[in-house]
């Protein structure tokens, strides 16, 4: 049994998830916008994967017998000056999304809900992937501009030649 206050902030989170999906769905159509074929696609595949986290949310509340509820969501900013400016604004959005994680689970300790911090865990995970991944965009996108024949594709083109 899910304590009442502990699935209102479950739901909350649920609603983040589906505010994350549209946020990067948002940022796949300025990408297609831009000429940004890849970086369209990848956002894509991020929008679902913000679904996916949604719909972990919605089985655990309706499988333990409660009721998601799903809010009006956020409209998402649509406008970003550059490419840069849509990675950096995706970093510290998932750095806020682990922030609610993290504090989640703190919560599910301190009521002794173990069993909601049993099905946490795999967010706090995935969290730290998320993270990583627009971290790795970022120092990537600062490689290039700090060395004008783009250390980057210097970097990568080492792996055509290590050894095997
Ligand atoms: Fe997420």
Not at 13 to 25: P, R, V
Not at 77 to 105: A, G, T, V
Not at 118 to 135: A, G, N, P, T
Request: net charge negative.
């Amino acid at each position: 049994m899910i304590q009442k206050e502990m699935v209102v902030n479950l739901n909350k989170q649920l609603n983040l998830e589906l505010f994350s999906s549209n946020l990067y769905l948002q940022m796949s159509a300025w990408c297609n916008d831009n000429k940004l074929s890849e970086g369209c696609k990848f956002f894509k595949q991020q929008s679902n994967e913000e679904i996916n986290h949604m719909h972990r949310l919605f089985d655990y509340l309706n499988d333990s017998g409660n009721l998601p509820r799903i809010g009006a969501i956020d409209k998402p900013p649509k406008h970003f000056p550059s490419f840069k400016d849509i990675i950096q604004f995706s970093y510290e959005h998932e750095k806020m999304i682990s922030e609610k994680i993290n504090k989640l689970s703190h919560y599910a300790i301190e009521i002794k809900d173990y069993l909601t911090f049993h099905f946490l865990e795999w967010y706090v995970s995935e969290q730290y992937e998320e993270e990583k991944i627009f971290k790795s965009i970022l120092d990537r996108i600062d490689l290039m501009r700090t060395e004008t024949n783009g250390l980057y594709f210097i970097d990568q083109s080492l792996k055509n030649i290590r050894k095997i």
